[in-house]
């Protein structure tokens, strides 16, 4: 059965680091692109960071550029969120999403729709 597995979230201070994880059952990350959403109380899901097939392109949300970084290790099966600079506006649960059909060719790393298995999510709480 197809899963995906987020850990890595918790409390930081402003200005701290995370790591997240993603970890897969049933897929093999170097065969789909995959993104991190988060969704904070009473907002919509958000776009954070995506990564294609091979790793070799990455994008992201504008309020996350210089601080995140997503990455894919093929050989362990693993994707990553590292997340620096940490404000308290990053509070929110992340999402592991994987897009196992291209089914839109212009932005598609911002649609939520074309993500097709997510993970449960991991809390990440940022508060001094």
């Known amino acids: 059965q197809a899963q995906l597995v987020e850990s890595g979230g918790g409390l930081v201070q402003p200005g701290g680091s995370l790591r997240l994880s993603c970890a897969a059952s049933?897929?093999?990350?170097?065969?789909?692109?995959v993104g991190w959403f988060r969704q904070a109380p009473g907002k919509e899901r958000e776009f954070v960071a995506a990564?294609?097939?091979?790793?070799?392109?990455?994008y992201y949300t504008d309020s996350v550029k210089g601080r995140f970084a997503i990455s894919k290790d093929i050989a362990k099966n693993m994707v990553y969120l590292r997340m620096n600079i940490l404000k308290v506006e990053d509070t929110a649960v992340y999402y592991c999403?994987?897009?196992?059909?291209?089914?839109?060719?212009?932005?598609?790393?911002?649609?939520?729709?074309?993500?097709?298995?997510w993970g449960q999510g991991t809390q990440v709480t940022v508060s001094s």
């Open positions: 999403a994987v897009r196992t059909y291209r089914a839109y060719g212009g932005i598609w790393y911002l649609r939520p729709d074309e993500y097709d298995h």
């Open positions: 049933g897929f093999t990350f170097g065969s789909y692109d």
């Open positions: 990564i294609t097939r091979s790793g070799s392109s990455t």
